[in-house]
């Protein structure tokens, strides 16, 4: 490490202008790859590539073709949408629908129209000859008559159109529900126009005396993504520019006139302005009372715009209006550009690499902003330190890389390695999340370590020359009140250092005891924004409505035989028990589930009371040797009856029975459920066993739906995110472990470092399951930011407080001037870091803003347990060696490590 830390300084000192160069060269050919590095259209498959489930809902759309359904809400300001007006809605909706461009992708079948009303009954009867209805009251009993007459099943289904209050006695129902099915497409884009297609058509229907529509479907929330990004957007430059006022201050070279003071009021005023211009349009949507809508419907580009000119406008008066301005301003914008930089490097890498980002990757530019402020903040302290103490710039340039690059390639290795072993995970998105991070953490460190001293070299060597480089202004630029704030924390490892590790131990032990109760969830409904009226009406119809899903059951396999035959029958007779399935009961007293199903279709053929009854079919299948039990013997070839099916009824059948290869080989079960998300998991494992004799004929099953896909993505997340968590702390562990024993010759110093990240990592989930915020695909990237973040933090210090051990007296000044020093350097990143991406709260999707107050306070007790856990750590290790008469730390190897080479010629 000091080979490499001395090779970088005599780089930067030698060839500081080709460094510069090189860099900015490299970054405009990194950003036009980088922008290429998009979002994956089918994040399932990044988290769980070899599931059957995936498998299994990619053939059924590709061998019995997809079908997507929008649901639409009735409701009537009379309170009621059994009535005159809601049926001419109804009407009005079809026809609207028909006469639309929507019109071609509307799914007709024989069993089922495209749109299904909840007033369906009405219109049967109306089929049925009766006379249109003139009143209110002629609309329900033609409901009531209707309703009568509709197969069990199929009344079953129409009576979950009515909301929870519905009264059928009376025929009445605050709230309606219509059904439209339409071709889906495994095109991304294609799938979420056809959703607008449908829902600009319904929104288009006439309206009818106070029956209000309103459309809602899964993929309307896809149409709306580019709103979701917009938000995105907004958040992450709010941040930014917040992020770019802390570090001003954070900066800050103390203007010593009253008329540069009024300049630094001024500047910090308009960077106020620009930054609450950046933020207003966010709190005008989730505070709509409080502020003008009209701030919430302004477009991103012109909002970012004005937000910019005042911070440019902010930093032009610093730049020409005082000199110790302009020092401020070069270093904090320096710092935003190199981290700007850094993300663009690892996209261009992630885009060779893998083409396409998954979700989790995204959130990887915080954690490069974090380390960046992280990294610059130190290296700028270090070297205006040494300025300040009158070392030439070149001399400064070269010990504040050389020390504080020390503690930065041991926190580089460290984490990056950390990160790195992740890309054996079976799961692809945690795999590329590993290597990327990595990479952007060493992109971060050379760039920290090469780039900005180099340009700072550059700038201070021509004030040097003209001999008007401001020292003594230098002194506490890093914000004094900082500093002697954190140093004074110094007394509790100073004085109470045990009572200090017994009471975070407790915490540690309440904090694992909160995580037994964090929950695993994940809802789409999450991600759309809190102000959508389309979340809106997707809780009104996961709330009212007992409307069921579609869970499927896919069968592969030879099914052409009479054992096929059979164990599927049992399979279906037995999936009618598992709980949340839709069931209907014959008048048999036989209970099936309720849906579009394989065994059910063949039933209503071979059933003479089936409403598809078919003589032909059912004497083909008594040739075959079906029994009274509806069996056939186990060897019989059920080909002839299939074809004959096929050949009567293909519409029907296609929806049901397909061929994978040249033979009848896939049976589909549609079966109507009502687990909903919650229920996923058990509804998943419910299915699969009342199938499972299907194995034993030799045919393979999998249950399969939209939910449980989603409950198999965070499940799967879960668990190898605690497996990772395990590897990357336990490869900081042995790295530090190591690290320590070549360089001081205390490997216990690795465990003392190490064991604070897992105390910050067990608190964040604790008070994440105290909060009643779960395990998501956003929240998981918690722990992985708390050791990226967490591992660094604790580095400094231990670095330092080895570098202090050998100048001060004793551990306890130690100790005082660590926490000083450097961890005023880290309370400075910590606060620049939790204001700027803080204002995720604001958002209006829920997993950001939990996201947002999650890693606001996961950085900061990353920071309590760098400045007052680890400390304390590190005092009574120190006491204990000297209890037993060791020498604490070894000054002559910490000087080899340390210590500066002969200054070489610098040249440019």
Not at 531 to 556: K, M, N, Q, Y
Not at 738 to 744: L, Q, Y
């Given at each position: 490490?000091?080979?490499?830390?001395?090779?970088?300084?005599?780089?930067?000192?030698?060839?500081?202008?080709?460094?510069?160069?090189?860099v900015?060269?490299?970054s405009?050919?990194?950003?036009?790859?980088?922008?290429?590095?998009?979002?994956?259209?089918?994040?399932?498959?990044?988290?769980?590539?070899?599931?059957?489930?995936?498998?299994?809902?990619?053939?059924?759309?590709?061998?019995?073709?997809?079908?997507?359904?929008?649901?639409?809400?009735?409701?009537?300001?009379?309170?009621?949408?059994?009535?005159?007006?809601?049926?001419?809605?109804?009407?009005?909706?079809?026809?609207?629908?028909r006469?639309?461009?929507?019109?071609?992708?509307?799914?007709?079948?024989?069993q089922?129209?495209?749109?299904?009303?909840?007033?369906?009954?009405?219109?049967?009867a109306?089929d049925?000859?009766?006379?249109?209805?003139q009143?209110?009251?002629?609309?329900?009993?033609?409901?009531?008559?209707?309703l009568?007459?509709?197969?069990?099943?199929?009344?079953?289904?129409?009576?979950?159109?009515?909301s929870?209050?519905?009264?059928?006695?009376n025929?009445?129902?605050?709230?309606?529900?219509?059904?439209?099915?339409?071709?889906?497409?495994?095109?991304?884009?294609?799938?979420?126009?056809?959703?607008?297609?449908?829902?600009?058509?319904?929104?288009?229907?006439?309206?009818q005396?106070?029956?209000t529509?309103?459309?809602?479907?899964?993929?309307?929330?896809?149409?709306?993504?580019?709103?979701?990004?917009?938000e995105?957007?907004?958040?992450?430059?709010?941040?930014?520019?917040?992020?770019?006022?802390?570090?001003a201050?954070?900066?800050?070279?103390?203007?010593?006139?009253?008329?540069?003071?009024?300049?630094?009021?001024?500047?910090?005023v308009?960077?106020?302005?620009?930054?609450?211009?950046?933020?207003?349009?966010?709190?005008?949507?989730?505070?709509?009372?409080?502020?003008?809508?009209?701030?919430?419907?302004?477009?991103?580009?012109p909002?970012?715009?004005?937000a910019?000119?005042?911070y440019?406008?902010?930093?032009?008066?610093?730049?020409?209006?005082?000199?110790?301005?302009?020092?401020?301003?070069?270093?904090?914008?320096l710092?935003?550009?190199?981290?700007g930089?850094?993300?663009?490097?690892?996209?261009?890498?992630?885009?060779?690499?893998?083409?396409?980002?998954?979700?989790?990757?995204?959130?990887?530019?915080?954690?490069?902003i974090?380390?960046?402020?992280?990294?610059?903040?130190?290296?700028?302290?270090?070297?205006?330190?040494?300025?300040?103490?009158?070392?030439?710039?070149?001399?400064?340039?070269?010990?504040?890389?050389?020390?504080?690059g020390?503690?930065?390639?041991?926190?580089?290795?460290?984490?990056?390695?950390?990160?790195?072993?992740?890309?054996t995970?079976?799961?692809?998105?945690?795999?590329?999340?590993?290597?990327?991070?990595?990479?952007?953490?060493?992109?971060?460190?050379?760039?920290?370590?090469?780039?900005?001293p180099?340009?700072?070299?550059?700038?201070?060597?021509?004030?040097?020359?003209?001999d008007e480089?401001d020292?003594?202004?230098?002194?506490?630029?890093?914000?004094?009140?900082?500093?002697?704030?954190?140093?004074?924390?110094?007394?509790?490892?100073?004085?109470?250092?045990?009572?200090?590790i017994?009471?975070?131990?407790?915490?540690?032990?309440?904090?694992?005891?909160?995580?037994?109760?964090?929950?695993?969830?994940?809802?789409?409904?999450?991600?759309?924004?809190?102000?959508?009226p389309?979340?809106?009406?997707?809780?009104?119809?996961?709330e009212?409505?007992?409307?069921?899903?579609?869970?499927?059951?896919?069968?592969?396999?030879?099914?052409?035989t009479?054992?096929?035959?059979?164990?599927?029958l049992?399979?279906?007779v037995?999936?009618?028990?598992?709980?949340?399935?839709?069931s209907?009961?014959?008048?048999?007293?036989?209970?099936?589930?309720?849906?579009?199903?394989?065994?059910?279709l063949?039933?209503?053929f071979?059933?003479?009371?089936?409403?598809?009854?078919?003589?032909?079919?059912?004497?083909?299948?008594?040739?075959?040797?079906?029994?009274?039990?509806?069996?056939?013997?186990?060897?019989?070839?059920?080909?002839?009856?299939?074809?004959?099916?096929?050949?009567?009824?293909?519409?029907?059948?296609?929806?049901?029975?397909?061929?994978?290869?040249?033979?009848?080989?896939?049976?589909?079960?549609?079966?109507?459920?009502?687990?909903?998300?919650?229920?996923?998991?058990?509804?998943?494992?419910?299915?699969?066993?009342?199938?499972?004799?299907?194995?034993?004929?030799?045919?393979?099953?999998?249950?399969?739906?939209?939910?449980?896909i989603?409950?198999?993505?965070?499940?799967t997340?879960?668990?190898?995110?605690?497996?990772?968590?395990?590897?990357?702390?336990?490869?900081?562990?042995?790295?530090?472990?190591?690290?320590?024993?070549?360089?001081?010759?205390?490997?216990?110093?690795?465990?003392?470092?190490?064991?604070?990240?897992a105390?910050?990592?067990?608190?964040?989930?604790?008070?994440?399951?105290?909060?009643?915020?779960?395990?998501g695909?956003?929240?998981a990237?918690?722990?992985?930011?708390?050791?990226?973040?967490?591992?660094?933090?604790?580095?400094?210090?231990?670095?330092?407080?080895?570098?202090?051990?050998i100048?001060?007296a004793?551990?306890?000044?130690?100790?005082?001037?660590?926490l000083?020093?450097?961890?005023?350097?880290?309370?400075?990143?910590?606060?620049?870091?939790?204001?700027?991406?803080?204002?995720l709260?604001?958002?209006?999707?829920?997993?950001?803003?939990?996201?947002?107050?999650?890693?606001?306070?996961?950085?900061?007790?990353?920071?309590?347990?760098?400045?007052?856990?680890?400390?304390?750590?590190l005092?009574?290790?120190?006491?204990?060696?000297?209890?037993?008469?060791?020498?604490?730390?070894?000054?002559?190897?910490?000087?080899?490590?340390?210590?500066?080479?002969?200054?070489?010629?610098?040249?440019?």
């Amino acid at each position: 490490m000091k080979s490499l830390v001395n090779t970088l300084a005599s780089s930067v000192r030698r060839y500081p202008i080709y460094i510069i160069v090189a860099v900015i060269v490299i970054s405009f050919v990194s950003g036009g790859l980088g922008g290429q590095f998009q979002p994956a259209e089918d994040q399932n498959e990044s988290f769980a590539p070899e599931a059957a489930e995936l498998t299994a809902a990619s053939l059924i759309g590709e061998t019995f073709g997809a079908t997507a359904r929008m649901q639409v809400v009735s409701s009537s300001a009379d309170g009621d949408v059994i009535t005159l007006s809601a049926l001419q809605a109804a009407i009005a909706m079809d026809e609207t629908l028909r006469a639309s461009d929507a019109a071609g992708i509307l799914v007709d079948t024989p069993q089922s129209p495209a749109i299904v009303s909840h007033l369906a009954p009405v219109f049967f009867a109306l089929d049925g000859g009766a006379p249109f209805p003139q009143s209110d009251a002629e609309v329900k009993q033609l409901y009531l008559t209707g309703l009568e007459q509709l197969p069990p099943a199929f009344a079953s289904f129409l009576q979950a159109l009515l909301s929870d209050d519905a009264d059928l006695s009376n025929a009445t129902a605050e709230l309606g529900l219509s059904s439209i099915t339409y071709e889906s497409s495994d095109d991304f884009d294609e799938l979420a126009e056809r959703a607008l297609q449908i829902s600009d058509a319904v929104a288009a229907t006439p309206g009818q005396n106070g029956v209000t529509l309103e459309a809602f479907s899964v993929e309307l929330i896809f149409a709306s993504g580019e709103d979701f990004q917009t938000e995105v957007l907004r958040l992450l430059a709010a941040a930014g520019l917040i992020i770019l006022l802390v570090l001003a201050i954070i900066f800050l070279v103390r203007p010593n006139t009253v008329r540069d003071r009024g300049l630094f009021v001024g500047g910090v005023v308009l960077m106020l302005l620009g930054a609450g211009v950046a933020v207003a349009p966010g709190l005008s949507l989730l505070f709509p009372d409080v502020f003008p809508e009209s701030w919430g419907e302004a477009e991103l580009g012109p909002v970012l715009g004005l937000a910019v000119s005042f911070y440019a406008l902010a930093f032009v008066l610093w730049s020409w209006g005082a000199r110790k301005l302009r020092r401020t301003t070069a270093d904090t914008l320096l710092t935003f550009v190199t981290i700007g930089f850094a993300i663009q490097w690892m996209n261009a890498y992630g885009f060779l690499r893998f083409e396409d980002q998954s979700q989790l990757v995204q959130i990887l530019p915080i954690l490069l902003i974090g380390l960046g402020v992280d990294y610059s903040i130190h290296m700028n302290t270090r070297y205006r330190q040494e300025i300040h103490g009158g070392r030439s710039v070149d001399s400064s340039v070269t010990t504040a890389i050389r020390t504080v690059g020390i503690a930065l390639v041991l926190a580089t290795l460290t984490t990056a390695v950390g990160f790195l072993t992740n890309v054996t995970n079976d799961i692809p998105a945690l795999a590329e999340f590993g290597e990327l991070a990595a990479v952007g953490i060493v992109f971060s460190f050379l760039l920290m370590l090469t780039f900005v001293p180099a340009v700072r070299q550059v700038l201070d060597r021509r004030s040097e020359l003209k001999d008007e480089l401001d020292r003594d202004g230098l002194e506490g630029g890093e914000s004094r009140a900082l500093p002697k704030l954190i140093g004074r924390t110094s007394v509790l490892p100073r004085r109470l250092a045990a009572g200090t590790i017994v009471i975070a131990l407790v915490i540690t032990a309440f904090g694992g005891l909160s995580m037994t109760n964090l929950s695993t969830k994940f809802s789409f409904l999450d991600f759309v924004p809190t102000t959508s009226p389309l979340r809106d009406t997707a809780i009104t119809v996961d709330e009212r409505f007992d409307f069921p899903e579609t869970s499927s059951v896919l069968v592969t396999g030879e099914v052409t035989t009479g054992a096929a035959w059979n164990a599927m029958l049992a399979s279906y007779v037995g999936a009618a028990d598992v709980e949340s399935v839709q069931s209907i009961e014959t008048q048999g007293g036989e209970r099936f589930p309720n849906g579009s199903t394989f065994m059910g279709l063949m039933f209503q053929f071979l059933s003479p009371s089936g409403d598809l009854a078919d003589q032909e079919l059912f004497d083909t299948a008594l040739s075959l040797g079906v029994g009274q039990d509806r069996t056939f013997p186990v060897d019989a070839d059920l080909t002839p009856l299939y074809d004959l099916a096929v050949q009567k009824y293909p519409a029907q059948m296609a929806g049901v029975l397909g061929t994978i290869g040249d033979t009848y080989d896939a049976a589909l079960y549609n079966i109507d459920t009502v687990a909903g998300e919650a229920g996923a998991a058990d509804l998943a494992d419910g299915l699969n066993e009342a199938f499972a004799p299907t194995a034993d004929a030799g045919l393979e099953s999998v249950a399969t739906s939209n939910f449980i896909i989603n409950d198999l993505v965070v499940t799967t997340l879960r668990d190898s995110q605690v497996s990772s968590l395990l590897l990357t702390m336990g490869a900081a562990l042995l790295l530090l472990v190591i690290n320590f024993w070549f360089e001081s010759r205390r490997p216990m110093l690795g465990v003392i470092t190490t064991l604070p990240v897992a105390m910050v990592v067990i608190w964040v989930f604790g008070l994440m399951a105290a909060f009643n915020i779960p395990f998501g695909p956003v929240t998981a990237t918690i722990s992985a930011l708390g050791i990226g973040i967490g591992i660094p933090y604790m580095i400094h210090v231990t670095h330092r407080y080895l570098e202090e051990r050998i100048e001060q007296a004793n551990e306890n000044e130690a100790i005082e001037q660590t926490l000083t020093f450097t961890g005023g350097a880290l309370a400075g990143s910590a606060v620049t870091t939790i204001a700027g991406f803080g204002i995720l709260v604001t958002s209006t999707t829920i997993p950001f803003r939990q996201f947002g107050f999650v890693i606001a306070y996961t950085i900061l007790l990353a920071l309590s347990a760098a400045v007052l856990v680890l400390p304390s750590l590190l005092v009574l290790w120190d006491r204990w060696h000297r209890r037993r008469g060791d020498v604490t730390v070894d000054a002559d190897v910490i000087h080899s490590a340390l210590q500066d080479e002969d200054e070489a010629p610098a040249s440019v």
